[in-house]
């Protein structure tokens, strides 16, 4: 069973706050993760993709992937409060070409002035 | 910036009656999906569509639903006959390599009453 665990939050920053927000998997076949924003009532934002383990950065936000712990991270730095949204972990693991992701919950954030 | 549309926005249909829920994806994107997300719920797979046919379909697309990409631009989600339970945001999305993650339209709220 393909099961990504994402706490719902929400969890409530100030404005300039490091923020961290969380996946654990259980699926040890999953290689590839993604962070998607989706602000209320739109679809899905892609934020930051990556294959492997280790750190990747752009701009603000920085994803962390750990498999051996099967955990993965995205932190955002300086955090604004246009960044309140919901945040989307997704993983897939490329099965027969497949890249269909399976997506956690989401956190809901919110960045207050 | 390019971006996937759908329509409607929001529908609102009595139980048992079919309807078809409308996306145009990016024009030079070759993979095509509808995903479905109910109310505080994970953002779930229904379907991926490539080279004119369905590449792979998840438990909840059964025989009530159907697809299409009936003109080259257009693709379609048609529910024969809809249930309480279909009530949900329905997200078409696209990608022209799909290892580089998709696009989301905003999304149809359905609602069946």
């Known amino acids: 069973q393909k099961e990504v665990e994402q706490d719902p939050g929400p969890l409530s920053v100030p404005e300039g706050a490091i923020v961290s927000l969380n996946c654990t998997y259980s699926?040890?076949?999953?290689?590839?993760f993604m962070w998607y924003r989706q602000y209320s009532r739109k679809g899905p934002e892609l934020l930051m993709y990556t294959y492997s383990s280790g750190n990747k950065e752009d701009g603000r936000f920085t994803a962390q992937v750990d498999k051996s712990s099967k955990y993965i991270s995205l932190f955002i730095r300086d955090s604004q409060p246009s960044d309140s949204a919901t945040y989307l972990c997704a993983m897939s693991d490329m099965t027969g070409g497949s890249y269909i992701p399976t997506f956690g919950r989401g956190t809901s954030l919110i960045v207050h002035p | 910036e390019p971006e996937v549309t759908q329509t409607p926005s929001h529908q609102v249909t009595q139980m048992g009656q079919e309807v078809i829920l409308r996306c145009v994806p990016i024009s030079n994107h070759l993979y095509f999906y509808w995903y479905r997300q109910i109310l505080g719920q994970k953002v779930e797979f229904l379907v991926s569509f490539y080279n004119n046919e369905i590449s792979e379909k998840s438990e909840i697309f059964d025989d009530q639903f159907s697809v299409e990409r009936p003109d080259g631009s257009n693709f379609t989600l048609k529910i024969r006959s809809t249930k309480l339970e279909d009530s949900a945001m329905y997200f078409c999305?696209?990608?022209?390599?799909?290892?580089?993650?998709?696009?989301f339209g905003s999304g149809t709220r359905l609602t069946v009453v």
């Open positions: 999305a696209s990608a022209q390599r799909v290892e580089n993650g998709y696009t």
């Open positions: 699926n040890s076949a999953f290689q590839y």
